[in-house]
């Protein structure tokens, strides 16, 4: 499974981004799906994920301000981040576990300017 992650880019803190993760097969097979993010210095950490039932489970520190969503007819996985806050930049990853292996996306960097 190939994972492509894109719309990452420089916003103003208050402001919004999407992010997108497209997959090269049918996710709908793929029950969990999710991001996580890498901020210099920092561990990897999950930020949100969603369930081929379509409930999702978010970080405490993104909770009423990100919203994941998939959708299974376009094998992509969306991640849409509202009011981001300088402690938001990172490089954020899409992730998913299919037949026991481990894909990741090649990540795609998120700066927020205070």
């Known amino acids: 499974v190939q994972l492509q992650a894109s719309g990452g880019g420089l916003v103003q803190a208050g402001g919004s981004l999407r992010l997108s993760c497209a997959a090269s097969?049918?996710?709908?097979?793929?029950?969990?799906m999710r991001w996580y993010r890498q901020a210099p210095g920092k561990q990897r950490e999950l930020v949100a994920l969603?369930?081929?039932?379509?409930?999702?489970n978010y970080a405490d520190s993104v909770k009423g301000r990100f919203t994941i969503s998939r959708d299974n007819t376009k094998n992509t996985v969306d991640l849409q981040m509202n009011m981001l806050k300088p402690e938001d930049t990172a490089v954020y990853y899409c992730?998913?576990?299919?037949?026991?292996?481990?894909?990741w996306g090649q990540g795609t960097l998120v700066t927020v300017s205070s």
């Open positions: 992730n998913a576990w299919f037949n026991l292996v481990n894909y």
């Open positions: 097969r049918n996710i709908f097979s793929i029950n969990v």
């Open positions: 969603t369930q081929t039932g379509g409930s999702t």
